[in-house]
C-alpha cells in the first residue's frame, strides 16, 4: 500500500507547475490556462492541416484543395478546456524495485509521476482522468477537475498492488473508445511487453484524435544490470528463471537495453508522440516539463507537433 | 637450451596456490542468489549474444592470475636458467695440481689451500645440475675419476692433499679432455702452482677439443734443496751435492748449511744453484746421517731442512786365495771368479778383489779382507785355520768351494775347521752308466737364505749342471743348507761363528766339476754369496727411493729398518714394502748397521722453478690448446632470471586487470550520459 504521503511529491509538482504551460494562454483564464487543443466546428478558423484518413470531411477547404490538388482541412480553435487522460501500468514488471511492497518500486515513480501531473493540470483547472493497466484489472477514471478527482486520483494508485500482466494494447484500444477527440493521453508504463514495442495502439490512438505521450519508466538496474556474480534470475510477470553471470552479459544486455530504449524512441518520434525516459524522480521533473512542452501550443497541434517535438529533445 | 634452476626451490611448494583462482572460482559459482526481474527477454538476448566471447575471456582472465601466482613463486624461488652444458648441466674437469710444492705457504695460505677456494667457490656458485670430475695430477690418488654431482665434488675437493699426486699436469689434462669427451663435451679448469717441471710433456699433449683455463695459484720466492749426490770422496770422507730450487726468480744470497753428525755446522760454496761440501771422514766411520738446509725462503716441510745418508761401509774386500794353482791361467780356479767381479764399474765399486795363492795365506791379508774365498783349497795349518776363525768371529766370511784338492785321506786336518759341514765323500758321475744322467741338477726348491729368489731371476740356475760334488754332513754341527742338488745333496751350507760365516760350496768354480761358471746364474750366484759371507746384507738398493713406490727387500737376510718417523721395522727377505715417509732408512743387518737409504719425493719435484702461462700458451699452441688466464669467477653457468619473470608478472597483472575491468566496478556502469538520454526525449 502506498498512502498520499508516498505519491504526492510537493518538490515535483512545484517543479511542473513552474515549467509545465509555456504555450498560449487561454482567453478565457477561468476556464483553464490553456487554450484547448480541441478543434471545434464554430468557433474561430485556426490554420489548414493536412487531410488524415479519419477527418471529417465536411471540414475539408475545396478551395485550397482546387489551388494545390492536395486535401486540406479547416481546423478551429475550441475554447473548452483540455482533457488529460493519465493511464499508469500497474503490471508485475512494475513492481521491480521494491522489496515486497510498491514502495520504491517502478510502479511508486510512475504512481509519482501521475499524481504530480495530475495535481499540476487540476491545479490550473483541467479535467485529468486515470487509467490503472495491470494484473488486478482496469481502472478507468474518466477526465474531471477538482481536487477530490487528485485525492481519488491517489486512493487508486495507493491501493493497487502491480501484478499480473500490462496487455497495454488492449487498455489502450479500449481508452480510445472513451476518450473523445483531442484528449491528451499520457501513457506512464514499462513498456516491457513485448507486443508494446510496435506502439500499433498508440498509432491508433494518434488517428483517433487523441494525443498521446509516453513516460517510459525504467529502474537503473534494468539498464546497467549492476549485479555480480552468478545470479538467478527470476520473472516477474511469468513462471520463467535464467541462470547466469552478470559480469558475462553486462555489455550485451546494455546493447539490448540502448537498442531497446532506442528503439522506442525512435518509433515515438516517427509517429510524431513525444517520449521521455525517466528513472528517478530527480530527472523526472525535468523530463516531464519537456514531455508536456512538447505538442502544446497554438503551433504544435497535430501533425504539426511532430517537427516540435522532434527538435524539444 | 638451457634448464631452469632455482636457487631456493624449496619455495617452489608455493605454485600450489595456483589452485587457489581455480578453487575461488568454484566457491564463487556455489554461492549464487536469486533476483526477481522485470523480464528476462534481454538477459536472454545478451547472454546468447555474449556468452562464448565472455567465457573466453574468464578463461584468459583464469590464466593470467594462475600464471599470476605462479610468476611470484617462481621469483621468491630464485630462477635462473642454466647456460652451458646442455642437458641443463654443465660439465668442468677440475684438474688440480696436488704436487708437494702446493704446500708452499706465503704466509697466509698455501697453493692447495687456494686452489681448494677457489674450486670451492666455483662449484658452489654452480647449480646442482652442474656435473664435476676431479682430477688430480700424475698418477692421481687412487680415487676413481668420473663425473660427480656438486657435493660429492666439494667433498672431494676438500679432501685433496698435497702430495695426493705428482706434478704431471699434462697427463691430468689428458684424463680430464677424455673424461669430457666421454660425457659430450665441457670445460677444464687448472690450478695449479705453474713448476715449470709440471709441464714438462706440454709439447706431446694430443689435440684437445674443450678449452682450458689456467688458474695460478703458485707462491713465490720460496728455496728448497735436495741432494744430488753423496758419494766418497778422495780424502776417503763423503762429497755432497745439494741442488737449490725457487719459485720465481732466486735470492741474490742464499746460504746452504750442513749440519754434521758430530755437531758441527758447515755453509756451503753455493754456485748457481748448486752447493757442495766435503765435510771429510764421518766420525767413527760407517753409516752417518748428515742434515742440509737452505735460507733463505726454506720453508717446506719436506726438503728445505733434509736429512741423507753420508757414508757408507765402502766395497767388500774379498780375497781369492787359490788352492789349486796350475800356471796354465785358463785351467785357473779363480778364472771365472775373478772375471765375473772385474765385469763392471758397479761391481768393481762393490767389490774389492784381491787374488793369492794359498801359501799366501797370513794373517796381514787375512785382517784385511772382508771375505776369504778358499778355492780348492789343500791341507791348511792349524795357525791359518785359527786365523781365519779369529777373522770369522770378527764378522767376516769364509768360503770353501771344495774339489779335487780336498782329498778323503786328508779328513780331519786343520781344514776341517773352516768348512761349514764336514766332508763325507767324493761324488764323480760318469758318463757310461746308462741307469742314471752324467750330472746331477740343483733343486730349485731347495734355495734359500742368501739364494732366495735366485730362481726368479731370468738366469737359468736350473739348468746349471753338476759332474762332481763333495757329500757333505749336515747332521755333525748346527749348519744350514742354502741349495741342495736334485738328489737333495747339500750344495751350499753355511754354519754362523761369532758374528762372522763359514760357507761350503761342495763344487768347484771351475769347469771340473760343474758348469755354473759357465751360467749366466754364475755372477748373481757369486754376487749373493760373497755379500751374504761378508755380513753385508746391502744389496741392490738405490741411495734414493721414490716415496711411496713398492720396494721388494733386496737384502739376503731379515734386517731391521730405523724409519724418520723413530719406528722400527723388521723387513724380511723379498717382502714386499711401500716406503711413504720421506727421509733417511738406517739398515741394520745380523752383523750391525750396513747402510742406509734416503726415501724422497721425486727429486724433480724439489725443483721450484715456475714456468710463465705465457710460455706455456705458446707450447700449448701447438697442441692446439687454448688456455685463458681468467679465474674462474668469471664463469657464469647460471643467468638469473628474475627480471624476466617480474616482466612476465607485470604483464600478467596487466593482463588480468584488462581482462576483469575491475575499474570499471568504480562505480556502476553507466548506459547513457545526460546528453544521450536528452537525445532520446521527444
Redesign the interface.
Known amino acids: 500500500m502506498l498512502d498520499r504521503a508516498d505519491l504526492y511529491d510537493p518538490e515535483l509538482v512545484a517543479l511542473l507547475s513552474r515549467g509545465t504551460l509555456p504555450g498560449t494562454p487561454s482567453p478565457y483564464p477561468q476556464r483553464g490556462a490553456h487554450i484547448s487543443q480541441k478543434r471545434g466546428a464554430s468557433l474561430e478558423f485556426s490554420e489548414h492541416t493536412e487531410y488524415t484518413p479519419g477527418d471529417d470531411l465536411k471540414h475539408l477547404d475545396w478551395k485550397v484543395f482546387a489551388k494545390t490538388d492536395r486535401p486540406y482541412v479547416r481546423r478551429y480553435e475550441d475554447e473548452r478546456l483540455q482533457r488529460v487522460f493519465i493511464l499508469v501500468d500497474s503490471s508485475g514488471s512494475m513492481s521491480y524495485g521494491g522489496a515486497d511492497t510498491p514502495a520504491g518500486s517502478k510502479y511508486h515513480l510512475a504512481a509519482k509521476v501521475a499524481v504530480a501531473l495530475a495535481a499540476t493540470l487540476i491545479r490550473q483547472g483541467e479535467s485529468v482522468g486515470l487509467g490503472l493497466t495491470g494484473g488486478e484489472g482496469a481502472v478507468y477514471m474518466p477526465p474531471r477537475p477538482g481536487n477530490s478527482q487528485l485525492e481519488a486520483f491517489m486512493d487508486v494508485l495507493g491501493s493497487t498492488t502491480p501484478a499480473g500482466e500490462a496487455l497495454l494494447g488492449g487498455t489502450l484500444g479500449n481508452v480510445a473508445e472513451r476518450l473523445g477527440r483531442g484528449t491528451a493521453l499520457v501513457i506512464v508504463s514499462d513498456f516491457l511487453d513485448e507486443e508494446d514495442e510496435g506502439l500499433d495502439q498508440i498509432g491508433l490512438l494518434r488517428a483517433r484524435g487523441i494525443k498521446p505521450r509516453l513516460v517510459h519508466v525504467l529502474h537503473p538496474d534494468e539498464i546497467e544490470l549492476p549485479f555480480d556474480r552468478t545470479v538467478r534470475f527470476v520473472a516477474l510477470e511469468s513462471p520463467a528463471e535464467l541462470m547466469l553471470d552478470p559480469d558475462a552479459v553486462r555489455r550485451a544486455y546494455i546493447e539490448e537495453m540502448r537498442e531497446f530504449i532506442t528503439g522506442l524512441s525512435n518509433a515515438a518520434s516517427t509517429m510524431a508522440v513525444p517520449y521521455a525516459l525517466v528513472r528517478d524522480t530527480a530527472e523526472a521533473g525535468r523530463r516531464l516539463i519537456s514531455l508536456m512542452r512538447a505538442g502544446n501550443g497554438r503551433a504544435g497541434g497535430g501533425r504539426a507537433t511532430s517537427g516540435g517535438a522532434g527538435g524539444g529533445g | 637450451m638451457g634448464a631452469l634452476s632455482w636457487l631456493r626451490p624449496e619455495l617452489l611448494w608455493g605454485l600450489l596456490a595456483a589452485s587457489l583462482p581455480v578453487i575461488i572460482h568454484l566457491i564463487?559459482?556455489r554461492?549464487?542468489?536469486?533476483?526477481?526481474?522485470?523480464?528476462?527477454?534481454?538477459?536472454?538476448?545478451?547472454?546468447a549474444?555474449?556468452?562464448t566471447r565472455?567465457?573466453l575471456r574468464?578463461l584468459l582472465l583464469l590464466l593470467a592470475r594462475i600464471m599470476a601466482i605462479i610468476l611470484l613463486v617462481s621469483l621468491f624461488a630464485g630462477p635462473g636458467m642454466e647456460s652451458e652444458g646442455g642437458a641443463g648441466s654443465r660439465r668442468l674437469a677440475l684438474v688440480v695440481d696436488t704436487s708437494m710444492s702446493m704446500q708452499l705457504a706465503n704466509g697466509i695460505s698455501g697453493g692447495l689451500t687456494m686452489a681448494k677456494e677457489e674450486l670451492s667457490h666455483l662449484v658452489r656458485k654452480g647449480s646442482a645440475a652442474d656435473r664435476y670430475a676431479v682430477v688430480v695430477t700424475g698418477m692421481g690418488d687412487g680415487k676413481p675419476e668420473r663425473m660427480v654431482d656438486p657435493a660429492v665434488a666439494l667433498e672431494r675437493i676438500r679432501g685433496l692433499a698435497a702430495g695426493d699426486g705428482d706434478t704431471g699436469i699434462v697427463r691430468a689434462l689428458e684424463k680430464a679432455a677424455a673424461l669430457l669427451t666421454a660425457e659430450g663435451g665441457g670445460e677444464i679448469i687448472v690450478t695449479t702452482d705453474m713448476q715449470r717441471h709440471g709441464w714438462r710433456e706440454v709439447e706431446s699433449l694430443q689435440k684437445m677439443t674443450v678449452s682450458v683455463q689456467l688458474v695460478d695459484v703458485g707462491v713465490a720466492g720460496m728455496s728448497n734443496l735436495w741432494v744430488e749426490s753423496v758419494g766418497p770422496d778422495a780424502g776417503g770422507g763423503v762429497s755432497v751435492e745439494v741442488s737449490i730450487g725457487s719459485s720465481g726468480p732466486a735470492p741474490k744470497e742464499r746460504t746452504v748449511r750442513l749440519r754434521l753428525s758430530d755437531g758441527r755446522e758447515l755453509n756451503a760454496f753455493v754456485e748457481g744453484d748448486v752447493a757442495r761440501f766435503e765435510p771429510g771422514p764421518a766420525p767413527g766411520g760407517g753409516v752417518g746421517v748428515l742434515q742440509a738446509s737452505v735460507e733463505p725462503g726454506g720453508v717446506l716441510a719436506w726438503d728445505d731442512r733434509l736429512s741423507f745418508v753420508s757414508s757408507q761401509t765402502g766395497p767388500v774386500e774379498v780375497l781369492l786365495v787359490n788352492g789349486d794353482p796350475r800356471g796354465f791361467i785358463i785351467m785357473d780356479e779363480l778364472l771365472f771368479i775373478e772375471r765375473a767381479l772385474s765385469s763392471g764399474p758397479k761391481l768393481q765399486d762393490k767389490f774389492k778383489v784381491r787374488s793369492i795363492r794359498q801359501s799366501e795365506l797370513n794373517g796381514t791379508v787375512i785382517e784385511k779382507a772382508d771375505l776369504i774365498w778358499l778355492a780348492n783349497p789343500a791341507t791348511i795349518t792349524a795357525n791359518v785355520a785359527e786365523l781365519l776363525l779369529q777373522r770369522v768371529s770378527e764378522g767376516a766370511g769364509v768360503v770353501v768351494s771344495a774339489g779335487e784338492g780336498w782329498s778323503e785321506e786328508r779328513q780331519g786336518d786343520a781344514l776341517e775347521l773352516v768348512s761349514a759341514s764336514p766332508l763325507r765323500d767324493r761324488m764323480l758321475l760318469r758318463a757310461g752308466d746308462p741307469s742314471r744322467p752324467p750330472f746331477e741338477l740343483l733343486d730349485l726348491d731347495t734355495l734359500t737364505g742368501p739364494l732366495k729368489g735366485l730362481a726368479d731371476q731370468s738366469v737359468d740356475i736350473g739348468r746349471v749342471k753338476v759332474r762332481g760334488y763333495w757329500l757333505a754332513d749336515v747332521g755333525v754341527n748346527d749348519s744350514k743348507v742354502w741349495a741342495r742338488l736334485a738328489n737333495q745333496a747339500p750344495l751350499v751350507v753355511e754354519r754362523r761363528h761369532g758374528k762372522g760365516r763359514l760357507l761350503l760350496l761342495a763344487t768347484t768354480v771351475d769347469r771340473d766339476w760343474s758348469d755354473l761358471c759357465l751360467s749366466p746364474a754364475f755372477l748373481p750366484f757369486l754376487e749373493r754369496l760373497l755379500i751374504h759371507g761378508a755380513g753385508r746384507s746391502m744389496a741392490e738398493i738405490e741411495d734414493y727411493i721414490d716415496a711411496g713406490k713398492v720396494v721388494v727387500s733386496p737384502f739376503t737376510e731379515t734386517v731391521e729398518l730405523s724409519m724418520p718417523s723413530g719406528r722400527r721395522f723388521k723387513w724380511e727377505v723379498l717382502a714386499k714394502a711401500v716406503l711413504e715417509g720421506a727421509g733417511v732408512y738406517l739398515v741394520k743387518g745380523s752383523a750391525g748397521p750396513v747402510g742406509g737409504f734416503v726415501v724422497r719425493h721425486d727429486r724433480e719435484e724439489s725443483d721450484l722453478t715456475r714456468i710463465g702461462v705465457g710460455e706455456v700458451e705458446r707450447i700449448a699452441e701447438k697442441s692446439g690448446l687454448t688456455l685463458e688466464r681468467d679465474l674462474p669467477r668469471s664463469v657464469t653457468a647460471r643467468e638469473d632470471m628474475s627480471a624476466y619473470f617480474a616482466a612476465l608478472l607485470l604483464l600478467m597483472l596487466v593482463a588480468e586487470a584488462l581482462l576483469s575491468a575491475r575499474w570499471l566496478?568504480k562505480g556502476?556502469?553507466?548506459?547513457?550520459d545526460d546528453e544521450e538520454?536528452?537525445?532520446?526525449?521527444?
Open positions: 564463487g559459482k554461492k549464487r542468489r536469486t533476483i526477481k526481474f522485470a523480464t528476462l527477454r534481454f538477459l536472454e538476448r545478451a547472454k549474444r555474449s556468452s565472455y567465457n574468464q566496478r556502476p556502469p553507466m548506459l547513457f538520454i536528452g537525445g532520446t526525449l521527444r
